[in-house]
């Protein structure tokens, strides 16, 4: 009988085991793998409009109502329950943010040029009551520069020790000891010199939520410290100018965003050189330990070495402190889920990413559709070079491709590129001593959205484009400058070769994110030239040509309201049957249908007209009495 | 002196009061950058184009939006001469946040402003008009006070709340409410000025500038309403405080002696006296028509300038508010002559000199 009922355990535990591996990948919430097809492959939609919505409040209306399917901001803890109440309704709440919050110190001023001063704060602020308080749990505590999506380079769990919790005691201590005082009179510190101390947090009051709430935690940190302090609101012209022009602040709290896993930006916010500069270093650090890792950073030849300098930057910025990390949230975005699917959770820009608007499919796995998508201002203009809205590149990236793009995991994903090779004096003689090749090898069956074949001229012609408009004031060409771009040329239709003066691990993400350009519109003599980088403006100077080569492609737009980009058929990417199957109608399914003929129109228009008609009959009427 | 003399001095007079205003309004915009150094090109700098800048980039773009780098006492002179001569030449320049010319981003938006502020206005006036005339025959009833304390009441409330308010439950609850109960959608819609379902099917339709028309005002409705209402009580308390004044003169009791009914002295005499005051401020609302309305037009996302202002002052995009600024200097003070000459025109016992 024992036997027996061993025997019966065991096979249950086999069958249970089994079961659950088959069962598991269903069960697990692990994001899909996607593969080298996977991505670019698309768009299943018909359309994306980006309807702009001015502010959070409509934002959330028109995703109640279903005007929308997605929004292009994250929204704050505290709409999560409106949006849980509708079933149609769900919020990513999984996407870690490629940025963090931190209050930057200014390190020439005393008292924070004082390292044991920065490391003091750094100890006495609580950060759990950031991630509690403030984001109701939606944040994660972090210490590095490096945000922790950076997983290539990110060293925050292993770094030595944390300041996730506050130690007021170790902050106080080490204040004693570095010889701040107090005054007899007010009890304040004073600094080892004996000057009073009184410190302002500064913060935007556009986001009173967060910003003030994590100054406010900042405030009570230096309290605690014994050290006179208070908010400060100010408006984001004030402090972005007194971080860019390196003014009179104290402490400044405001939000750092990334693209990508590149550092090599890092020289400009911490090097010495740069403490003066306008617009770089916004907290004065001058540091000549950090000077020297940041130029091992720049002059890294491989990834080894990249790793390595950025892990040492880390520890050592974890002992100097110069900027206080406060928190890395959670991008929160409201979704529709009664009209598309496939929703794929995208790191760097998130669900309204391009890899989202070429994925989502309609519910019953149809081509077609109309993805509606909120943003927050009317884009400035569609130059790729003069643009700096947020805003237009949501719509731009749409249209425009580069050799590789950052992923939904921010690592490169070829899309103009098949492959490349990179080579050095080392690799191949015939590449000059200190110089880094690259050569890209590009799909073969792309078009230009005007029918013009795609070729590796245009890829060469882009970065000859940069160089040349450079002098011209076009700042995309700086960073091919810096890298000491040398030689860009198409041995074949389809292969180019980029060549760099400097050998740096960098070097690659200056060839492989830029987008490309038509060279029969831009070269010298062509509709664009030189000379017109800047005055280019197509969609709004109808005169000036918009050819682009994109999942998707302008189509029309009405200022300030919407602008409908459709699908281009000659995106190379296209499912093999997007256009052999018909596809859905432009009008949504599963959600609310638009009448042609709009009932409420017509009363309005007819109480509108009569309204005047009473009125100005009243009028004639009573002068007549 | 007469009419001639009077229209030459005035046009005299604002010819200088707009130069004024011009001069002043160059140090009014650049006061963040005089008090906190604020700048423009901060808010153009991308965190990608701040890892790329270089000082001769730098120095480019701030020469490509015609301003200079730290500046000292000279350059400001040449900037402030540049301004004048731009600004008195119509050549407004082009717009930091749009990159296109100031007159076009301004022109884009003009109708929707006049056309909210118009028709608002309006709303505002003869809803004004009417109830401060209602109740002006009988001062002190009931019906008096219940109208003065509506109007304050909704006066002094938030405009942007009442928006907020009408859109929530005209623009949500309604449409939900309907289409629950009778499967059909009835309401306003929440943003913009039209909707892109609606376009959608115009630029196919023959009939497509009706239908866009009558979407406009469709989307007109809400912000209009919010508005008028939120503003007539001004004009109420007027109508009414000026008719009660007029009621009490020595003709209204000659019109009653004749054996007018009450009606005739109230309107024909009684408000047409009254509303000569009124003229005055008509005039000037009307004047500043292109003022907009930024809240309202932020809390429906109607695409009109007081908005642009507003977004333009926080971006310090100097040559777009300098030019808006300008012309409703203009509009101001030309609404404000107008409304002297009318005043003249309709009561013969002024007189100009």
Not at chain 1, 218 to 239: I, K, M, P
Not at chain 1, 550 to 560: I, Q, S, T, V, W
Not at chain 2, 326 to 337: E, G
Request: proline share 6%; charged share 15%; net charge negative.
């Amino acid at each position: 009988m024992n036997i027996n009922r061993r025997n019966r355990l065991l096979a249950y535990t086999l069958v249970t085991a089994f079961v659950f591996m088959a069962l598991s990948p269903a069960l697990s919430s692990a994001q899909p793998v996607f593969t080298l097809v996977d991505l670019n492959v698309g768009p299943n939609a018909e359309k994306v409009v980006f309807k702009v919505i001015a502010t959070e409040d409509n934002m959330i209306l028109a995703m109640q109502s279903g005007a929308v399917d997605l929004h292009d901001s994250f929204i704050e803890p505290t709409t999560i329950p409106i949006f849980d109440a509708d079933p149609s309704i769900e919020v990513s709440e999984n996407i870690l943010r490629n940025a963090y919050g931190h209050i930057v110190m200014n390190n020439a001023k005393s008292p924070m040029n004082w390292t044991a001063f920065r490391r003091a704060f750094a100890f006495a602020f609580d950060k759990t009551r950031v991630q509690s308080e403030v984001f109701q749990g939606l944040s994660q505590l972090h210490d590095s520069l490096v945000v922790y999506t950076n997983d290539l380079f990110t060293i925050e769990d292993d770094l030595p020790y944390h300041y996730y919790l506050p130690e007021v005691e170790r902050g106080n201590q080490l204040l004693n000891d570095s010889g701040f005082g107090f005054d007899p009179v007010t009890g304040y510190r004073t600094d080892p010199n004996g000057n009073p101390i009184h410190i302002e947090v500064a913060y935007s009051p556009s986001s009173q939520a967060i910003a003030g709430g994590t100054a406010q935690i900042g405030v009570d940190a230096l309290r605690a410290l014994h050290v006179s302090a208070e908010t400060n609101q100010e408006d984001f012209n004030t402090y972005s100018s007194n971080l860019d022009q390196h003014g009179d602040y104290d402490m400044i709290f405001y939000a750092t965003i990334f693209y990508g896993k590149t550092l090599n930006y890092l020289v400009q916010r911490y090097g010495s050189e740069y403490a003066d500069v306008p617009y770089q270093n916004p907290s004065n650090f001058r540091n000549e330990t950090i000077d020297r890792i940041l130029d091992d950073i720049q002059n890294a030849r491989t990834y080894e070495e990249a790793f390595a300098a950025c892990a040492e930057f880390q520890l050592e910025m974890q002992y100097l402190v110069p900027i206080l990390i406060t928190y890395e949230n959670f991008y929160l975005q409201g979704y529709r889920t009664d009209r598309f699917k496939g929703h794929l959770v995208d790191r760097g820009r998130y669900l309204n990413s391009k890899w989202n608007l070429q994925r989502l499919i309609n519910l019953d796995d149809s081509y077609g559709g109309t993805i509606n998508l909120r943003i927050g201002q009317e884009p400035d203009t569609f130059n790729i070079f003069t643009s700096n809205s947020g805003y237009t590149s949501n719509i731009v990236s749409t249209m425009y491709s580069l050799l590789y793009d950052f992923g939904p995991d921010l690592d490169p994903y070829p899309v103009l590129a098949e492959s490349y090779t990179e080579e050095t004096h080392a690799d191949n003689p015939n590449v000059p001593a200190g110089h880094h090749r690259f050569t890209f090898n590009v799909i073969q069956n792309a078009t230009w959205s005007d029918g013009t074949p795609f070729t590796a001229e245009d890829v060469a012609f882009t970065f000859t484009y940069l160089q040349e408009t450079l002098p011209l004031g076009n700042p995309s060409g700086a960073s091919l400058a810096d890298a000491n771009l040398v030689a860009a040329y198409a041995p074949s239709p389809y292969q180019v070769v980029v060549e760099f003066g400097t050998e740096s691990y960098w070097n690659f993400g200056v060839a492989a994110y830029n987008y490309i350009i038509p060279k029969h519109i831009f070269e010298p003599g062509g509709p664009v030239g030189y000379e017109g980088w800047n005055t280019w403006n197509p969609a709004n100077n109808p005169e000036d040509p918009f050819v682009t080569l994109g999942p998707y492609k302008f189509n029309d737009f009405e200022a300030g309201e919407f602008y409908e980009v459709t699908i281009d058929p000659n995106w190379a990417y296209l499912p093999e049957d997007r256009f052999a199957t018909p596809t859905t109608s432009t009008t949504p399914t599963g959600g609310p249908t638009e009448p042609v003929f709009d009932a409420t129109l017509a009363i309005v228009a007819g109480a509108v007209g009569a309204a005047v008609v009473i009125l100005v009959g009243g009028f004639v009427l009573l002068r007549q009495k | 002196m007469g009419l001639r003399e009077y229209v030459i001095r005035r046009s005299i007079y604002m010819f200088l009061l707009v130069v004024a205003v011009v001069c002043f309004n160059f140090f009014l915009f650049r006061l963040p950058t005089f008090l906190f150094g604020a700048n423009p090109i901060s808010l153009m700098l991308s965190d990608e184009l701040r890892r790329n800048l270089t000082q001769d980039l730098l120095e480019q773009m701030y020469a490509n939006f015609g301003l200079v780098m730290n500046p000292d006492i000279f350059d400001w002179i040449y900037m402030f001469w540049r301004y004048i001569v731009s600004m008195f030449t119509g050549n407004f320049g082009v717009s930091f946040l749009t990159k296109r010319p100031v007159m076009d981003s301004i022109v884009e938006r003009l109708p929707n402003t006049l056309l909210l502020m118009g028709t608002s206005s309006m709303v505002s006036i003869l809803l004004g008009i009417w109830t401060g005339v209602k109740v002006a025959s009988n001062p002190g009833s009931k019906k008096d006070i219940g109208a003065v304390t509506v109007a304050l009441f909704v006066y002094a409330l938030p405009v942007f709340w009442l928006g907020m308010m009408l859109l929530m439950v005209f623009g949500y609850m309604l449409p939900l409410w309907t289409e629950t109960t009778f499967g059909i959608r009835i309401g306003f819609p929440q943003f913009g000025t039209i909707s892109y379902e609606i376009w959608e099917v115009a630029r196919t339709s023959p009939f497509g500038a009706l239908i866009v028309a009558g979407d406009v005002l469709h989307h007109l409705f809400l912000p209009m309403i919010t508005l008028g209402i939120g503003g007539y009580g001004g004009y109420f308390l007027y109508m009414r405080n000026n008719l009660i004044d007029v009621m009490t003169e020595d003709y209204i009791l000659t019109a009653r002696a004749k054996g007018l009914d009450e009606n005739q002295v109230l309107y024909k005499h009684g408000m047409k006296n009254a509303m000569l005051p009124m003229v005055t401020v008509i005039a000037l609302t009307f004047g500043f028509l292109i003022n907009g309305a930024t809240l309202t037009e932020t809390v429906f996302t109607w695409r009109g300038l007081g908005r642009f202002i507003f977004e333009s002052l926080i971006a310090l995009d100097f040559p777009v508010v300098q030019a808006i600024f300008m012309i409703i200097a203009i509009t101001a003070i030309l609404a404000n002559f107008v409304a002297d000459l009318l005043y003249g025109v309709l009561d013969p016992r002024i007189k100009y000199g």
